[in-house]
């Protein structure tokens, strides 16, 4: 990805009701916006972290910032449970707008960490990015409630996660030349042991991937 943004970790603390833990992998992203014109990043945390609420999510997204509530591998409330699986199974991320927010910064970072998730999980934008709104339909508008105010549509918003995405796989001229010393976990017949390794590795806190040689 051509811009690296930064994800800070500022995490809720785990006597909250909306920080109910788990330890999952996760399996799709839900798009959010916060419904609350001008709030940041930084005061949804504060405000999250200040008494016990009935929802929650993993990422809250302004102009300045990614910041990271709750782990990814925990649990958040951001979908009504009966609607869908998304609080076991989903991130969370909220994207913030309106007031000063500049919505090109907070946008841009937006989409970013989408394509960010897509990439470390072994996601495709079209399956495993939903709205909210897809979700819950009857009750939910978001985000594309926030995206129409600037112009956007869900479909554009998933072509922007798209060719972020892609903008990895393309090795430029100059790196193509570097000298690249990969480290090596283990070599395996059947590619179920490779998985295993795999989300082993996961769970240490890696980023691994599985390379196919003969
Ligand atoms: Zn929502």
Redesign the pocket.
């Known amino acids: 990805m051509e811009t690296e943004y930064k994800i800070t970790t500022m995490l809720l603390d785990q006597r909250w009701k909306q920080r109910p833990g788990g330890n999952r992998i996760p399996r799709y992203a839900?798009a959010?916006?916060t419904?609350n014109e001008g709030s940041t990043a930084q005061q949804n945390y504060k405000y999250f972290n200040s008494r016990n609420l009935e929802a929650s999510a993993h990422v809250f997204i302004d102009d300045r910032e990614i910041l990271l509530v709750i782990p990814l591998s925990e649990k958040a409330w951001?979908?009504r449970s009966q609607v869908s699986d998304a609080n076991d199974w989903a991130v969370g991320v909220?994207l913030c707008h309106g007031g000063n927010i500049i919505w090109k910064e907070a946008y841009q970072r937006y989409v970013w960490f989408f394509a960010w998730l897509c990439r470390n999980y072994g996601w495709n934008p079209d399956h495993s990015v939903k709205g909210?709104f897809q979700l819950d339909h009857a009750r939910?508008t978001?985000?594309v409630s926030a995206f129409k105010k600037y112009g956007v549509t869900f479909q554009h918003f998933l072509q922007a996660v798209e060719a972020e995405l892609n903008t990895i796989s393309p090795v430029d001229d100059e790196k193509k030349h570097e000298t690249l010393y990969r480290v090596q976990i283990g070599s395996y017949r059947q590619r179920e042991n490779a998985l295993e390794m795999l989300k082993l590795a996961k769970k240490a806190g890696f980023d691994p991937v599985i390379i196919k040689t003969k």
Do not use: A, F
């Open positions: 839900v959010h916006d419904g951001h979908v909220e909210h939910r978001d985000p």
